[in-house]
């Protein structure tokens, strides 16, 4: 109270308040008006003050956290046993999920433990024309690196039989279907050195550029000349064929190329016939056996057999890409499933199924279900894995949880 007596100058007409001579009345009134005043203070204060104070103390119990909110929405539950590491908790679940922001959904609580997070989907398929060159191949590894994958998939021959590194195959190597500038043993270096294991993905019968020079083409019937799928005016294509020895020779001196620049997982693509007419089958095609299931399926096998052996020469392995399409065809003839013919030798496989998107959005869930499946029971115990294209959103994360649970690996395009 001196405090104030010091501060305060105030003159009254009346009286002074520093007068002596006031009566001991006023003085007493004084003082209790003064302690009122202070009790007031302290009470409004105290009322404000601490509701201030425990929001600053305990805010992390009235906010809800960003991250961990991100964290439900892609299935992942946090672990709140310890209350003291709910940020690192948040932190992991943020960098874990960052990949699939575009696939979020509202998972109920109880699958929220079956998504998938992107650091599983441990392969990744790099785009068929990745590696053409260093700056492509760069910019598609710097991709596959922000989505947390640990293995790529490169495309070193494509569908149309165009080489994507630079062969020493005499056939080949001078002519247009080279496309890349690197050596596969460059491309080997540059996807190892960015901190990834590599696998090589070839198209092995479906090869429009290379059939004719490989002399593994289609022959016409009694003629002289080869077969095309279609007119030659409308984009009629060779194609390699799998009961030509030549094929199954340059199908093995690619994979010698691509196993002795170091690649130990080779992925071999469209292993099937073309869509044959009758009139293919009864007269341009005749001398073949065609209408004979059991030598098409082994002439398949045969180039299949070629390209694993020669790999497993160099320590490495082949795996077999098969369309979903292919296995869910009632008449599987003309398409990559066509292998499946021969239990055998498909029950001791490495098979991954490229699963595409069909369907509503709705229904993503289920069918991937069904098709997990018809996937198993059509392999016969092989080693199989899935490879997702065309998948976002709810959808994508519906499609992962089913695969998980049917314990099959997921890869992603």
């Not at 105290?46 to 929405?73: A, C, E, H, W």
């Not at 290379?210 to 030659?232: F, M």
């Not at 005749?286 to 209408?291: I, R």
């Not at 098709?371 to 016969?380: L, N």
Request: include cysteine; hydrophobic fraction near 35%; proline fraction near 3%.
């Amino acid at each position: 109270m001196a405090q104030k007596k010091t501060n305060i100058k105030i003159k009254h007409k009346k009286f002074n308040l520093y007068n002596k001579k006031k009566s001991k009345a006023r003085q007493a009134l004084s003082v209790i008006l003064t302690i009122v005043a202070v009790c007031a203070l302290g009470i409004v204060g105290y009322g404000i003050g601490k509701p201030v104070l425990d929001y600053f103390q305990n805010r992390g119990q009235y906010t809800s956290d960003p991250s961990s909110n991100s964290s439900d929405m892609n299935g992942t539950i946090p672990d709140t046993s310890d209350s003291s590491d709910t940020s690192d908790n948040a932190n992991t679940a943020d960098s874990s999920d960052a990949s699939e922001a575009s696939g979020s959904s509202s998972e109920s609580s109880q699958n929220s433990e079956n998504a998938i997070p992107p650091s599983d989907a441990a392969m990744y398929f790099l785009p068929d024309n990745a590696a053409a060159s260093s700056a492509s191949l760069n910019s598609a590894l710097a991709a596959a690196k922000s989505a947390g994958h640990t293995t790529v998939a490169v495309t070193l021959k494509d569908a149309s039989g165009y080489f994507y590194y630079k062969t020493n195959i005499a056939s080949v190597k001078d002519t247009d279907s080279v496309k890349g500038t690197l050596t596969a043993a460059q491309i080997y270096d540059i996807v190892t050195k960015a901190g990834f294991s590599p696998a090589a993905r070839i198209s092995t019968l479906m090869d429009s550029n290379n059939a004719g020079a490989a002399g593994g083409s289609y022959e016409l019937a009694g003629e002289t000349g080869y077969w095309l799928d279609n007119r030659k005016e409308k984009g009629g294509k060779t194609w390699l064929s799998p009961f030509k020895n030549a094929t199954a020779t340059f199908l093995k001196s690619v994979t010698d190329e691509i196993t002795a620049a170091g690649f130990k997982n080779i992925i071999c693509a469209n292993t099937r016939y073309p869509a044959f007419h009758n009139v293919d089958i009864t007269t341009y095609l005749k001398d073949l056996p065609l209408s004979d299931a059991t030598k098409r399926t082994a002439a398949l096998w045969s180039v299949l057999d070629a390209i694993n052996s020669t790999a497993a020469g160099k320590n490495a392995q082949m795996w077999i890409e098969i369309s979903s399409e292919s296995v869910l065809a009632e008449n599987k003839s003309c398409t990559d499933a066509e292998i499946f013919f021969d239990k055998t030798k498909t029950g001791a496989s490495r098979i991954i199924f490229s699963y595409a998107a069909s369907g509503s959005a709705s229904d993503a869930y289920k069918n991937a279900k069904d098709f997990a499946a018809k996937a198993k029971a059509a392999v016969s115990g092989a080693e199989i894995a899935v490879l997702i294209k065309g998948f976002s959103g709810s959808a994508l994360s519906d499609v992962q949880r089913a695969f998980k649970e049917a314990d099959i690996p997921v890869y992603s395009q």
